[in-house]
């Protein structure tokens, strides 16, 4: 898995390409692509093997993320609710 991300990271060392940009250069896209489902492939198939829920860590960590990341802290008291 690690090789699949640094081939996904290669797209980006020392490039400050936008979002945009990244879109409209098909190749680049098609390219970045290929290396997300690689990186999926293997990230399922780790999950598998340890018979870990990935659902199930996602939903956990994300609580767990919000109770250690408060919207109130991050903003500063600024985060407006509505």
């Known amino acids: 898995m690690s090789i699949e991300l640094a081939e996904l990271s290669e797209h980006f060392l020392f490039k400050d390409l936008t979002l945009k940009e990244i879109q409209n250069d098909e190749r680049l896209s098609e390219s970045i692509q290929e290396e997300l489902a690689d990186v999926l492939?293997?990230?399922?198939?780790?999950?598998?093997?340890?018979?870990?829920?990935?659902?199930?860590?996602?939903?956990?960590?994300?609580?767990k993320n919000r109770?250690?990341?408060?919207?109130?802290?991050?903003?500063?008291?600024?985060?407006?609710?509505k």
């Not at 492939?41 to 860590?57: E, G, H, M, V």
């Open 41 to 63: 492939i293997y990230l399922i198939s780790f999950a598998n093997s340890l018979d870990i829920d990935l659902s199930s860590a996602f939903i956990k960590k994300m609580k």
């Open 67 to 81: 109770r250690k990341y408060a919207l109130e802290e991050f903003y500063d008291g600024h985060y407006d609710k």
